[in-house]
């Protein structure tokens, strides 16, 4: 309480209620790990929101999803689209004025050239995980071939997960893209770390 004074200004304070937390990132997720994909294949996706409190929030039935080529990839909702023809094509996802986007290429499997390289598509989901992926060459000439010793492995995004010659170790929330390469023959695929349960 504050008594009046002639003359002199009077001034109190008071408790403010806490702000709600606002979403300030977004990211989109793969559900399972991706390479090219195959024509008449369902992938799932997952969006998460990060708050202005640190906390995660799974927002994918929230989520407006969407394909720049619906004729190459098909959304049905919830994150799930499916390979309709082959072609490049991408997700993306849309979230209180937040997006995000990830390409996709879908091919023929029957159509492939030799020599190509097989993955096993290892993904370690939680930080401070590993999993061993397996790298084998299909040459020109038939058989198979493990070169995953021998292969040059990289993560395209190593805060998110190291590789060494095949073994992931997850290092932080996000999606990479792990490449190898053996005899001037190169593969990739796509996995995400995703956010611990809130």
Not at 94 to 118: C, E, K, S, W
Request: proline share 8%; aromatic share 8%; glycine share 10%.
């Amino acid at each position: 309480m504050c008594a009046a004074v002639i003359g002199s200004g009077c001034s109190a304070s008071y408790p403010t209620s806490p702000s709600t937390p606002v979403p300030v990132g977004l990211q989109l997720q793969l559900v399972q790990p991706m390479g090219d994909a195959p024509v008449g294949s369902l992938y799932a996706f997952s969006a998460f929101v990060i708050r202005s409190d640190g906390a995660w929030e799974d927002v994918t039935s929230k989520t407006t999803w969407s394909s720049p080529d619906p004729l190459v990839l098909q959304s049905f909702g919830q994150g799930r689209f499916f390979t309709e023809s082959v072609g490049s094509s991408g997700v993306k996802a849309q979230y209180q004025g937040l997006a995000d986007f990830v390409d996709v290429v879908v091919i023929n499997p029957g159509g492939q050239p030799l020599p190509r390289l097989n993955l096993t598509m290892a993904a370690p989901g939680a930080v401070g995980a590993s999993a061993q992926a397996k790298a084998v060459l299909l040459p020109a000439a038939g058989g198979s071939i493990d070169v995953t010793a021998a292969a040059a492995w990289a993560s395209s995004a190593p805060s998110v997960a190291v590789v060494d010659r095949g073994r992931l170790t997850a290092m932080g929330i996000g999606t990479t893209r792990i490449t190898a390469s053996y005899a001037d023959v190169t593969s990739y695929y796509l996995f995400s770390v995703r956010p611990p349960q809130q």
